[in-house]
């Protein structure tokens, strides 16, 4: 079942030979062939346009009220291109290795490879568009260091460089839906593909405002829907963000593959209350100059400033002194965990670590002391410097955990816990970024292929845009060459009409429950099983417990949850209702696959696999494969295995220490 | 792009009041200019000499059909704006913004200019048509106009009507001065700044003088 | 931080559908947190709403952390709420007090048709960036990124203008509902920046024509937009669009 494609030849030389032998669409034929593009994120928006440029006859189409809202605008700290501005030493290669390693060795190497061949590509393309990186004084673009590398490769746009990425591309896509090559269906949600001839050839989507079912036709369908971090409730995604297109891409022969693994982000800030309707990330790169630590004393009661220095445990540094502050993901959450399961933790949850930036305010301070000559200014006067250049450097960051918490973070130490950021698994693709049905594509963060079991800092955006610009342009088309003779299939097919059907049932069955619990409480339950049984740790008894929990669920949610509002109307809590029932799905799927992974691996750690100082135990030797699963009947899923074979790199223990 | 185009758009119309705006404001200087010889205590002797020049000589005569040119495109293009942005809203709000966001005067530039175009039909009819008509429109001679002061402002409720026109005017010039160089493009901070601050200056030097005219004769500070 | 709870009378907008008349209700919530964010304080009505067999409230919202554009409400008069340099989902409770009587509006503009309860359709705004807002360069056509240097002071304020969300708050502060400040934000991001200079003209008389079109106002500059920017995009932007459009029309060739 799985063919991943990938080129025969040397790693360096797969894409350029695929490039140089893929087949082609002439511009005539290119008309004549249309492309369904759901999700307009960077991965959609920049396939969208970029397809649209190409001549294709584009439909895109997205939950939000506009393709400017989708959730990639929310990445704060960069994205990774191995330019070598910076004389550091990067270089593909390095980019490559790094990503298969912080990957901890589950990624495909000819992926990640082409991934980072293209990289340098994005950065052009991005500052063509008009995105505004940050520059240094002479006019070039600048870099920052990001977790898991020892170059600085990481460019930005101070911390809102998702926005201005996807506002590049939103705005190319823009263009193109203005010169008529890309149609826009903005508040519309996907809910089913429509398959004829085991192919992909349409959707059907729900037009959210007035609540209809709309027929499309597609000779191929692109999925860019984004991660189902919201499984979990609580997370660092977009309210709105599901999976229910995937899942249901899924349901219809998609194999979905490593669910389990997710990331949790180690700097968020810290869950506050039972109302909690998600989490807010701060950005990676403060750990550039943040310190992480907990009090030397358990249960330490004292303020965070009146606590001496020789009483603090810089957790990180101590553990990891090569990278310090600078770890993976992975590391750094599971590392904030152990701390606060030991009883160091702090605030009134005891669920949080400390941020601290007094180190670094003192840093700076005395450099443009140094600046400006005076090498006898006073502790006060340095502080009041070192606060300016933190402030140049993060301040919407720090102004957002002012906001949200109400305390200010130039003088307290900032409180931060681990939370559910990004999801590495996904559909399963090919090289192609083709699923297992024919015609049916995922890119971006909606498949499994760049990252293994953990993502590095700033790659996502990279993989993003590198799918939808640099890739799918060329393997679509070397598909859709063979499709040029297929006419557009009208909507009143019956395949169309069988597919519109099965939503309308599921939508009428939804409404028809009338029972008694919203289905924001469902969701908040589900959210609590999978993160405390399938979360930062995980093991077999638990895995077993939630599955059998999720199920009990599930049969709950479809006897007892309450829709208020009408079918054919605007009606949130029916879109709600619609992606909660899949999420329940998909989590049990997830904890089969983590019960099924008898090893741990990057951002998926079982307890009973670790090493004596606490880290990941890989099973090279039993589960270096991507599971890919099939989805038979309820609670019934075919695994099927792809072996990852590592022709260069060497697959070892990861060590930042 | 013609220039029908340019100047029947949102910032084509406003570029006509800012243009027109600036026009009004430079003859407010002549304006206040001149009638400030009225301060040379001389019984009017330098005041209508000035006076004369202004309706006797066909130079600023000609420049006087701009002037109205400029007067009625400022009024008449502001009434349409106003009308126009009015209509945009649809629902009001329960709760206006208010103050918090913006001066009150700016946000009244309408109602001031009806109030100013009011106070200037009055002022009109007491001055400027008295005197053309005298001249039958054409160069003829004038009527005294300082001892036409001397007689309307000696009647307390025209006095007090002045005053508050001329303070609709100093409102209307305090967001109107800095707003036209806007409009105008002027985008750079240090200018925006000076030019803020000029033109609050502005306004309240032109306001006082227009004011203590009327005051002036009624107070008897002039012989 | 200290901590509270708070008894609350919202006052909400509900409006059907686009065609509905709506009007004004008010809803008692309870044991308020000051912990919640304003949207979460919604959430507990809404779940209170569907318990009690109503309809809940219909509310534009996404990435909840304040840089999507999609929440947007009027909240006690000023578009965001109380707080200066913020949007709706990051406005949290310790802004009210208990007892506190909120007023919660739709933006309210020609160019913004309600949806429904506090839903609007901000459609014209990609129909704004659809006639000009964009640099046209084909994926794969571009340059190294570093063979164009650009001026640091001009990356920064071309950053400062790209900045902006696209929530409309400018739109519905303005008493005007003028678009002008999403508008020259934009026109300043890429007026800016070399890479715009090619389509520089263009672009901003092709986004003006659209944005009159859509049914906005004129900017009158009265500042209100800056003042409840939740980006704090300048005013200055919008002298800016003025000059770069003066310049533009006068030298146009046709």
Redesign the interface.
């Known amino acids: 079942m799985l063919d991943a494609k990938i080129p025969a030849g040397s790693l360096d030389d797969k894409w350029t030979d695929y490039k140089g032998h893929c087949k082609l669409v002439n511009p005539a034929n290119k008309r004549k062939l249309e492309v369904i593009v759901v999700g307009t994120g960077l991965a959609g928006a920049s396939a969208a346009a970029s397809l649209g440029e190409l001549g294709y006859k584009v439909k895109a189409f997205c939950y939000q009220d506009s393709p400017r809202r989708a959730h990639s605008i929310a990445a704060q700290g960069g994205i990774n291109a191995a330019k070598n501005y910076q004389n550091d030493g990067d270089s593909v290669f390095r980019l490559f290795y790094d990503t298969i390693k912080g990957g901890d060795y589950r990624a495909r190497e000819a992926n990640v490879h082409r991934l980072a061949e293209v990289s340098g590509n994005i950065i052009d393309q991005c500052v063509a568009q008009g995105v505004p990186f940050a520059r240094e004084y002479g006019g070039l673009l600048s870099n920052r260091s990001f977790g898991g590398t020892q170059v600085q490769r990481t460019f930005y746009a101070a911390g809102q460089t998702g926005q201005q990425l996807l506002i590049g591309a939103y705005q190319a896509l823009e263009r193109q839906v203005a010169l008529g090559n890309v149609k826009m269906y903005a508040r519309h949600e996907m809910l089913e593909v429509v398959k004829i001839d085991d192919k992909a050839r349409g959707i059907i989507a729900r037009n959210l405002v007035s609540g209809e079912l709309e027929k499309h036709f597609g000779h191929a369908v692109l999925l860019c829907t984004g991660g189902y971090g919201n499984v979990f409730y609580l997370s660092t995604n977009a309210m709105g963000c599901n999976v229910t297109a995937a899942w249901k891409a899924h349901k219809d022969g998609a194999a979905f593959a490593n669910p389990c693994f997710t990331q949790i982000h180690p700097t968020c800030i810290p869950v506050s209350g039972d109302h909690q309707s998600k989490l807010t990330l701060m950005s990676e790169s403060l750990r550039n100059d943040g310190r992480i630590w907990v009090p030397k004393k358990k249960a330490d009661e004292r303020k965070a400033i009146d606590i001496p220095e020789e009483e603090r445990d810089y957790y990180l540094e101590r553990r990891y002194p090569a990278f310090g502050n600078l770890v993976p993901r992975d590391v750094a959450s599971r590392a904030a965990k152990e701390r606060c399961d030991e009883g160091y933790g702090v605030g009134t949850s005891k669920q949080a670590v400390y941020l601290d930036f007094a180190d670094a305010i003192v840093r700076y301070g005395k450099i443009e002391a140094g600046k400006e000559g005076n090498d006898h200014m006073s502790m006060e006067d340095i502080i009041v410097l070192g606060k300016e250049v933190v402030k140049e450097k993060y301040g919407n960051l720090f102004d957002m955990y002012e906001k949200i918490t109400g305390e200010n973070p130039y003088e307290f130490p900032m409180r931060i816990y681990p939370a559910v950021h990004y999801t590495m698994g996904g559909l399963w693709v090919d090289y192609e970024l083709q699923t297992t049905v024919k015609g049916l594509y995922c890119l971006g963060e909606a498949n499994f292929s760049d990252h293994g079991a953990n993502r590095l800092g700033a790659s996502a955006l990279m993989q993003g845009l590198a799918d939808g610009y640099f890739v799918v342009p060329y393997t679509l088309g070397n598909n859709l060459a063979d499709d040029i003779y297929s006419k557009a299939i009208e909507t009143s097919h019956p395949a169309f009409a069988a597919a519109e059907k099965v939503a309308a049932d599921r939508i009428q069955k939804l409404m028809g429950i009338k029972g008694k619990q919203s289905v924001e409480s469902f969701h908040k339950r589900l959210g609590k099983i999978i993160w405390d049984k399938c979360g930062m740790a995980r093991n077999e008894k638990g895995l077993k417990e939630a599955i059998a929990e999720v199920q009990a669920l599930k049969k709950e949610f479809w006897s007892d949850v309450r829709i208020p509002g009408e079918i054919n109307e605007m009606n949130p809590e029916l879109d709600k209702a619609n992606r909660v029932a899949d999420f329940i799905e998909l989590g049990e799927l997830m904890c089969i696959d983590a019960l099924n992974r008898n090893e741990s691996c990057g951002g998926h750690f079982r307890e009973e696999y670790q090493t004596e100082e606490g880290e990941a135990l890989r099973d090279d030797e039993n589960y270096m494969y991507v599971a890919a699963w099939e989805y038979k009947a309820e609670h019934e899923w075919t695994l099927h295995k792809e072996p990852l074979v590592y022709d260069v790199v060497k697959p070892s223990q990861r060590s930042y220490k | 792009m013609t220039w029908k185009q340019v100047f029947t758009s949102s910032v084509g119309k406003k570029l006509v009041m800012g243009f027109t705006g600036i026009f009004l404001i430079l003859f407010l200087v002549i304006h206040a200019g001149l009638n400030a010889c009225i301060w040379a205590n001389d019984g009017g002797k330098m005041f209508n000499s000035g006076a004369h020049f202004m309706g006797a000589n066909v130079v600023p005569r000609i420049l006087e059909i701009g002037l109205f040119a400029g007067l009625l495109l400022h009024i008449i293009q502001g009434i349409m704006l106003e009308v126009s942005n009015r209509s945009k809203r649809g629902v009001a709000y329960a709760k206006d913004f208010g103050n918090q966001g913006s001066k009150w005067y700016s946000r009244s530039m309408g109602i001031l200019g009806i109030l100013i175009l009011l106070f200037l039909i009055l002022h009109m009819t007491d001055f400027w048509f008295p005197n053309r008509s005298h001249q039958g429109f054409l160069l003829g001679e004038e009527i005294d106009l300082y001892a036409k002061m001397k007689e309307t402002f000696a009647t307390l409720w025209v006095v007090i009507v002045y005053v508050l026109g001329c303070l609709s005017l100093g409102y209307h010039l305090a967001h109107g001065f800095q707003s036209a160089f806007k409009t105008m493009g002027v985008h750079n901070k240090k200018y925006n700044q000076l030019l803020t601050s000029l033109g609050y200056c502005f306004s309240i030097v032109i306001t006082l003088a227009f004011v203590m005219m009327p005051l002036s004769f009624y107070l008897g500070w002039l012989n | ?1 200290e901590h509270y709870n708070m008894n609350l009378t919202v ?1 909400v907008w509900r409006q ?2 686009s065609k509905d008349k ?1 009007g ?1 209700v008010s809803y008692p919530v309870k044991d308020i ?1 000051s ?3 304003f ?2 304080m919604i ?2 009505l809404n ?1 209170q ?3 009690d ?4 409230i ?1 509310f ?11 929440c947007s409400l ?1 909240i ?4 965001h709420g109380p ?1 200066m ?2 949007t709706t989902c ?1 406005l ?1 409770m ?1 802004a009210f007090k208990d007892g506190d009587t909120i ?1 919660v ?1 739709p933006w ?4 913004f048709p309600v ?2 309860d506090l ?1 609007v ?3 014209a ?2 129909r704004i ?3 000009g ?14 063979s ?5 002071d001009h ?2 304020a ?2 400062a203008a ?2 902006c ?2 929530c409309g708050a400018c739109v519905a ?1 303005c ?4 678009a ?1 400040l999403f508008l020259s934000a934009k026109v300043a ?2 007026a800016l ?1 070399p ?2 200079e090619p389509e520089r003209k263009s672009r901003v ?1 092709n986004m ?2 659209q ?2 079109k859509e ?14 920017c939740p980006k704090e995009i300048s ?16 030298t ?1 060739e ?1």
């Open positions: 931080m006052k059907k559908n709506g004004f947190s912990e919640m964010s949207l979460e959430d507990v779940e709403l569907i318990v067999g109503a309809e809940p219909a534009d919202h996404d990435c909840r952390e304040g840089i999507c554009g999609q009027y006690n008069g000023k578009p707080w340099a913020n990051q949290h310790r007023v509006e309210r503009a020609g160019a949806i429904k839903m359709d901000r459609s705004f990609d960036i659809q006639a807002g964009y640099i046209s360069v084909n994926t794969g056509n571009a340059v190294d990124g570093n164009l240097p650009i001026n640091k990356a920064d071309s950053f790209a900045m969300i696209g502060a008493k005007n509902s003028s002008m991001h890429l920046l890479q715009g008389l003006v024509a944005m009159d049914g906005f106002g004129a900017c009158t500059n009265t500042g209100a937009c800056e003042a409840t005013i200055s932007n919008i002298a800016r669009l003025n000059k770069e459009y003066i310049f533009s029309s006068l146009a046709k």
